[in-house]
């Protein structure tokens, strides 16, 4: 089993829909969990994170929390065009006598007109 | 992209050459990483630092060695190149007096070993 699993996409969403991203971890000990966006060519950029359970908003974005459940979300409302790119689910993990941030392979959104 | 910058942004270079990737800083954060990214792999560590002098191995460090001699500067070395090492590398930064550990990356490089 993959430390973080996300689902690879596209996934496909008309404009001003709300686009549901998910992730799952297998990591219980987990306490710090990240949301990346990555254009293609460019670096990831770091646009939520979230500690505790429960949602997190932040302008047109929610990332959701569930520990019990090992999953997080991000749900994106009103999707722009621009807002299609590729999303890292990332999760902090304790390996090796330090905090390791482990990477999901990423979601490709299609936010289409 | 957070006071980091990555040089060089390209690079083309043959099998079996040395190759040295910058990351500076101006965060002044303590903790500096060296990933790469390829298709099916996601984002893999290969070092990371947590000070001056202090480095340790990621979960990809066969064929790469680091250094960081000052807190801005952060060196990768892929000592023998190889075409399995043909990838995008990113360097990322985080400070860990929050607890938070949230990591910012530099644009990155992309490397091409022919």
């Known amino acids: 089993q993959k430390e973080v699993e996300q689902n690879s996409g596209p996934l496909s969403v008309p404009e001003g829909a709300i686009a549901s991203l998910n992730c799952t971890y297998s990591?219980?000990?987990?306490?710090?969990f990240f949301w990346y966006r990555q254009y293609s060519g460019k670096s990831p950029e770091l646009i939520m994170s979230i500690y505790s359970n429960g949602d997190k908003e932040d302008g047109r974005f929610t990332a959701q929390l569930n520990k019990a459940s090992q999953y997080v979300s991000l749900l994106i409302r009103d999707s722009q065009p621009s807002d299609s790119a590729t999303y890292l689910c990332a999760v902090i993990l304790f390996s090796g006598g330090y905090n390791k941030l482990i990477f999901g392979a990423g979601t490709r959104l299609a936010v289409h007109p | 992209d957070a006071g980091i910058t990555q040089s060089p942004r390209h690079k083309v270079t043959e099998t079996g050459t040395p190759v040295t990737l910058r990351c500076h800083q101006t965060?002044?954060?303590?903790?500096m990483y060296w990933y790469r990214q390829d298709p099916g792999h996601g984002l893999r560590l290969i070092h990371y630092s947590y000070g001056v002098k202090d480095t340790d191995k990621g979960e990809v460090s066969d064929g790469y060695s680091v250094s960081r001699s000052k807190t801005e500067d952060f060196l990768l070395t892929l000592e023998s190149a190889t075409s399995s090492q043909t990838s995008v590398y990113f360097c990322a930064i985080s400070e860990s007096l929050t607890g938070t550990y949230e990591q910012y990356f530099g644009p990155g490089t992309r490397l091409t070993v022919t």
């Open positions: 990591d219980r000990g987990s306490q710090s």
């Open positions: 965060e002044n954060h303590r903790y």
